[in-house]
């Protein structure tokens, strides 16, 4: 009977996981460019009650006698699935329609990728900088920060689908700004596997082995361009009345395998006062 009391703690540890994943979703359900976690379960070890495979007659069993020992968390799974775009009145924000995200610099200097468009200018000798909210300078197409110049006002800006940054034309394009002798344009990126990308926190991932390296959306061929928005936030993608359908399932489950541990308990009350 303790092989009961151990499956169903691992049970309990499990939904445990689960319950906090769903409570992470359920608590950024309005951060911008949130995407939703999935906790992924699998069985554990299974221990062969029978060392033979026939039975009496020496005829072979058409099924073998195992018996599970509990379950755990085998992945938690971001869903990258596209996000409602939010209308704002700030011309620095930006929604991403599509795969792509945007690259970022961290304080120690890593770049960083991230679908959350909140962005702002912070005043620098150089100019302008666009930043996000936490104040990460947002790279451009070639890896560079950009700068917008001091008289540039942020109502004549304009930003195309494309990613140009620039001013808008009388035709409705945007006429781009050019530093340098090139085209300033937001630096977006595409990753093969975007759920093997590392959470860092503030909305942010970082590149690791399962993720791949970062495809370049200018010049990438057989890749699908995003498209920015401007004026518009990408929302979280949370679905809360599914999410509250996960933790109610989650819930019962976990009481479940607390019965199934008081059951053991009380059977093993009962053995132990057996008398002779």
């Known amino acids: 009977m303790m092989r009961s009391l151990w499956t169903a703690a691992s049970g309990m540890r499990a939904q445990q996981t689960n319950v906090d994943t769903i409570a992470n979703n359920l608590a950024n359900v309005n951060t911008a460019g949130y995407k939703t976690q999935e906790a992924s379960f699998k069985s554990l070890l299974y221990q062969n009650l029978q060392s033979t495979s026939t039975n009496n007659a020496g005829e072979n069993k058409p099924v073998a006698a195992e018996v599970g020992l509990g379950t755990r968390v085998s992945a938690i799974t971001s869903m990258f699935k596209q996000g409602n775009l939010t209308s704002t009145t700030n011309p620095f924000s930006m929604a991403i329609e599509g795969d792509g995200f945007f690259s970022v610099r961290s304080a120690d200097g890593d770049v960083l990728y991230t679908r959350d468009g909140n962005l702002n200018i912070s005043p620098t000798i ?52 050019v530093v340098d002798g090139y085209e300033v344009r937001l630096g977006l990126y595409q990753f093969n596997n975007p759920a093997g990308l590392e959470k860092t926190g503030s909305n942010n991932f970082a590149v690791t082995v399962a ?3 970062p495809i370049a959306e200018t010049g990438a061929a057989n890749l699908t361009s995003s498209k920015v928005h401007q004026f518009y936030i990408e929302a979280s993608n949370v679905d809360v009345a599914n999410e509250m359908v996960n933790l109610i399932v989650a819930q019962r489950a976990y009481e479940m395998n607390s019965k199934a541990i008081q059951a053991t308990d009380e059977m093993m009350g009962q053995a132990n006062a057996l008398r002779r």
């Open 126 to 177: 150089q100019g302008n900088m666009l930043v996000t909210s936490d104040g990460y300078p947002v790279l451009d197409q070639m890896g560079n920060n950009i700068y917008l110049p001091t008289n540039f006002a942020a109502k004549d800006m304009a930003v195309s689908e494309q990613g140009v940054i620039g001013f808008p034309g009388e035709d409705g394009n945007v006429r781009p700004l």
């Open 211 to 213: 993720s791949g390296d």
